[in-house]
């Protein structure tokens, strides 16, 4: 039974360009979840996603962030405009459902690394 | 802002119990203490989960108090392998889901 994917494992952009990572749950998970991790910080929620809807994006920056998790296909999160600040780990987790204690399962996560 | 407060760093020896403790003294009675870790900057990975009783499973136990202000992981018999960051997080049983992560323990085992 696969785990949580994210690809790419490793993205390296320029100031100004547009960065998409791609987080595919786990089989039967019909909820993700972004998670960002500055340099030598925790991690920070960004937004929970159900299939075609945006439940929760509380934690994500006002401007040239956006994310989406399609009726069919992996959950997308876009970065345009990237900046060296948006440098970071960003990790994805899924869940079956979002009531009572339903765990989170986190991918491995995609580094961003922007020049 | 995080609900818990955990000590930043533990000491401990090869194949000895690991105690982790943390504090969650504003708990309200909806909401589960979970507890992950993250080695090396991998992925954080679930270990256990729990309201009120204690928990066991094939990674940990975890102990809650009675009055539920706090708790402590067990790992029974630390490897290298468990070299870790341990975060205990407070999560509400809503439907918000969130997870809001504090500094977490830096436990180094040693060999």
């Known amino acids: 039974n696969a785990g949580v994917m994210q690809n790419p494992r490793h993205l390296v952009r320029r100031r100004g360009q547009e960065a998409r990572l791609r987080c595919s749950p786990m089989?039967?998970?019909?909820?993700v979840y972004w998670y960002r991790q500055l340099p030598e910080e925790g991690l920070k929620f960004m937004v929970y996603l159900q299939k075609e809807n945006i439940i929760d994006e509380s934690g994500m920056p006002k401007e040239r962030f956006s994310a989406e998790f399609p009726k069919e296909g992996p959950s997308i999160l876009r970065i345009q405009q990237v900046v060296r600040g948006d440098s970071a780990a960003y990790f994805c987790a899924s869940s079956p459902r979002s009531t009572g204690q339903e765990t989170q399962y986190f991918g491995p996560g995609t580094r961003l690394l922007v020049l | 802002d995080a609900k818990t407060t955990q000590p930043p760093s533990m000491d401990c020896a090869e194949g000895r119990a690991a105690n982790l403790p943390c504090n969650h003294s504003t708990i309200s009675g909806n909401e589960y203490v979970y507890w992950y870790r993250q080695i090396h900057s991998q992925g954080p990975q679930y270990i256990i989960h729990?309201?009120?009783n204690n928990e066991t499973n094939e990674m940990a136990s975890l102990i809650i108090t009675e009055d539920r202000k706090s708790s402590t992981l067990i790992l029974p018999h630390a490897t290298l392998r468990d070299t870790a960051v341990y975060y205990c997080?407070?999560?509400?049983?809503?439907?918000?889901?969130?997870?809001?992560f504090g500094t977490g323990t830096l436990l180094a085992v040693q060999p």
């Open positions: 997080i407070v999560k509400d049983g809503g439907a918000t889901n969130k997870l809001i």
């Open positions: 089989k039967g998970h019909s909820h």
């Open positions: 729990g309201l009120k």
